[in-house]
């Protein structure tokens, strides 16, 4: 079981920030940006790569719910990163998908 897992159990807590029947959002707790929230799938993907046709419709969600929080955090017009980090060279850490937001200062491109 991944710490995610846990948050969408409530056995972690959590700063939540939005939740509907499929998808959970929260702070992320080491945060890279003033705003740094991870979005996730209730139901447990490991990751981009893992996923199928299937879950279309449920990866759309994902990309519109951190759109709107995005908005909802005004965070919309100055600009934002959605990422999604997918095994070793990617950087991920936690292996159920999720997207991060970040947002709040410039960030810098290409990445590291
Ligand atoms: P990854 O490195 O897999 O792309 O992203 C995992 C993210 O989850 C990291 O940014 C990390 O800080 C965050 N994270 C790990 N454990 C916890 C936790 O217990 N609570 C919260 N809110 N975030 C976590």
Do not use: C
């Not at 940006?33 to 993907?45: D, E, L, M, R």
């Not at 908005?71 to 990163?81: N, P, Q, V």
């Amino acid at each position: 079981m991944t710490i995610f897992q846990k948050i969408i159990s409530r056995e972690t807590p959590a700063d939540i920030v939005y939740e509907d029947d499929e998808i959970l959002a929260f702070r992320d707790i080491a945060p890279q940006a003033p705003t740094h929230i991870v979005i996730i799938p209730k139901t447990q993907i490991r990751s981009v790569a893992a996923a199928g046709p299937k879950d279309a419709v449920l990866l759309g969600r994902l990309m519109l719910v951190a759109a709107e929080i995005a908005r909802d955090l005004g965070i919309d017009e100055s600009g934002y990163r959605l990422v999604t980090n997918i095994n070793r060279h990617g950087g991920q850490s936690v292996m159920h998908l999720h997207i991060h937001l970040l947002g709040g200062r410039q960030l810098s491109w290409p990445p590291g």
